[in-house]
């Protein structure tokens, strides 16, 4: 029983001088952590904003190829050209429905998912 206490003791012991150690060894100065960041950046090791460390993959064709084929591609309509939208939507079957068609779509469905009252069960 003394055993098992001592050792757990011991233990507890061991565990908060490691704890103690490790958390000595982080404490750094803003300046110091500043000067890391600065010296790995410097190496390459890190990045900063968007910045990928794959170089871009070169373009086949060129540039003014590309700008003409676009220009005749939104000309046709083929494709949009920013945020305007060339190709107007398609007809959905609720555009084509006036709005009393539409109402009284809605009452009757409200109708008939309406559960019925006793009264009106003992009508039918």
Same mark, same amino acid.
């Given at each position: 029983m003394k055993d098992a206490m001592r050792n757990g003791v011991l233990l507890a012991a061991l565990i908060g001088a490691a704890? $103690? *150690? *490790? #958390? *000595? =060894?982080?404490h750094k100065t803003r300046e110091q952590v500043r000067g890391e960041a600065a010296s790995a950046a410097r190496a390459g090791e890190i990045t900063r904003g968007e910045v990928t460390p794959e170089p871009a993959t070169p373009s086949v064709r060129a540039r003014p190829e590309v700008k003409a084929e676009t220009r005749a591609a939104v000309k046709a309509g083929t494709i949009d050209h920013g945020e305007v939208a060339t190709t107007p939507p398609a007809a $959905?079957? =609720? *555009? =084509?429905? #006036? &709005? =009393?068609?539409v109402r009284a779509e809605a009452a009757s469905a409200l109708h008939l &998912?309406?559960?019925a009252t006793p009264s009106e069960a003992a009508r039918k």
């Open positions: 704890l $103690s *150690a *490790a #958390s *000595a =060894a982080e $959905s079957d =609720a *555009a =084509a429905k #006036s &709005r =009393a068609q &998912r309406r559960p």
